[in-house]
T-cell receptor, first 112, second 114 residues
Framework: QKEVEQNSGPLSVPEGAIASLNCTYSDRGSQSFFWYRQYSGKSPELIMSIYSNGDKEDGRFTAQLNKASQYVSLLIRDSQPSDSATYLC????????????FGKGTKLTVNP | DVKVTQSSRYLVKRTGEKVFLECVQDMDHENMFWYRQDPGLGLRLIYFSYDVKMKEKGDIPEGYSVSREKKERFSLILESASTNQTSMYLCASIPDLNSGNTIYFGEGSWLTVV
């Protein structure tokens, strides 16, 4: 079974700090990687996607991908209390019918 | 914007009842999915469909079936609901996984089986 692993947390950071979220995946053939944010009681919403090795920045968010190490991360700079949520890593899997596999999520709390 | 609509947001059903969860997307997407989400277990794929009348089992299909008679509609069916199927169910759609598109979710259906 293709797997996506995340630290379950919870991760707690002070307001203004950098929050670092990590994800590893087992399928070497994966090509597309996504980070979703999910507030309590809500459905996941996409915040970042990344397809090639290196960094991708969007505002306060930076996604980092290292396919050789099968590792993808999300950095949140200048963390705000509104960033408090569960962050889900998702990876497309190859082989057979392609589908998106999610990690179990990391709960982030940003303390004012 | 892509809109994925789950018509039933909150349901309470009795054990043994047949339950239908409906999902409609308005962007002509080929692929549709049903996940369930439980605390500590994350999102788990139940079934998915890549075309009308086509379906494939996900990771936890037992106790569920699906129907895709029209491209825009993907239904999840619990033939005989059980208490261990109490969960939050998420429908999602995507045009094509190979093109790097991302998946869009409905708002979720909270099902309680008593």
């Amino acid at each position: 079974q293709k797997e996506v692993e995340q630290n379950s947390g919870p991760l707690s950071v002070p307001e203004g700090a950098i929050a670092s979220l990590n994800c590893t995946y087992s399928d070497r053939g994966s090509q597309s990687f996504f980070w979703y944010r999910q507030y309590s009681g809500k459905s996941p919403e996409l915040i970042m996607s990344i397809y090639s090795n290196g960094d991708k920045e969007d505002g306060r968010f930076t996604a980092q991908l290292n396919k050789a190490s099968q590792y993808v991360s999300l950095l949140i700079r200048d963390s705000q209390p509104s960033d408090s949520a569960t962050y889900l890593c998702a990876v497309n899997t190859q082989g057979g019918s392609e589908k998106l596999v999610f990690g179990k999520g990391t709960k982030l709390t940003v303390n004012p | 914007d892509v809109k994925v609509t789950q018509s039933s947001r909150y349901l309470v059903k009795r054990t043994g009842e047949k339950v239908f969860l409906e999902c409609v997307q308005d962007m002509d997407h080929e692929n549709m999915f049903w996940y369930r989400q439980d605390p500590g277990l994350g999102l788990r794929l139940i079934y998915f469909s890549y075309d009308v009348k086509m379906k494939e089992k996900g990771d936890i299909p037992e106790g569920y079936s699906v129907s895709r008679e029209k491209k825009e509609r993907f239904s999840l069916i619990l033939e005989s609901a059980s208490t261990n199927q109490t969960s939050m169910y998420l429908c999602a759609s995507i045009p094509d996984l190979n093109s790097g598109n991302t998946i869009y979710f409905g708002e979720g259906s909270w099902l309680t089986v008593v």
